[in-house]
């Protein structure tokens, strides 16, 4: 049984941090890209930070960047995002998604291109 288990969420003030864990079962992870995403009421949900497979490199989206980073451990079949100066803009529900690499650079940027998905954790940030 495929499953990807998010933790790490939490309510936080503005400056603040959070770390997100999502650890994957059911699936040779490391042939995988993983994804961060999130999403608010009402709204799409959008991919935010992406981890390609093995030293395949990492690209966020200019919202999160030089706050979050991204990383992922093929050991412990597990992602971790890491958000710094949490802003009250960044509250949502967090989700990772996981997608089987299928070679070249793809686009991989819509909740249609993975397979797999967590069932989210919820960030807010709030004084």
């Known amino acids: 049984e495929v499953q990807l288990v998010e933790s790490g969420g939490g309510l936080v003030q503005p400056g603040e941090s959070l770390r997100l864990s999502c650890v994957a079962s059911?699936?040779?992870?490391?042939?995988?890209?993983m994804s961060w995403f999130r999403q608010t009421p009402g709204k799409e949900r959008e991919m935010f930070a992406i981890a390609m497979i093995g030293n395949g490199g990492t690209e966020y989206d200019d919202s999160v960047k030089d706050r979050f980073t991204v990383s992922r451990d093929d050991a412990l079949n597990a992602v971790f995002l890491q958000m710094n100066s949490l802003k009250p803009e960044d509250t949502a529900m967090y989700y990772c998604?996981?997608?089987?690499?299928?070679?070249?650079?793809?686009?991989?940027?819509?909740?249609?291109?993975?397979?797999?998905w967590g069932q989210g954790t919820q960030v807010s940030v709030s004084s």
């Open positions: 998604a996981a997608v089987e690499y299928g070679g070249g650079c793809p686009a991989l940027e819509q909740p249609y291109d993975y397979d797999y």
């Open positions: 059911g699936f040779r992870f490391s042939n995988y890209v």
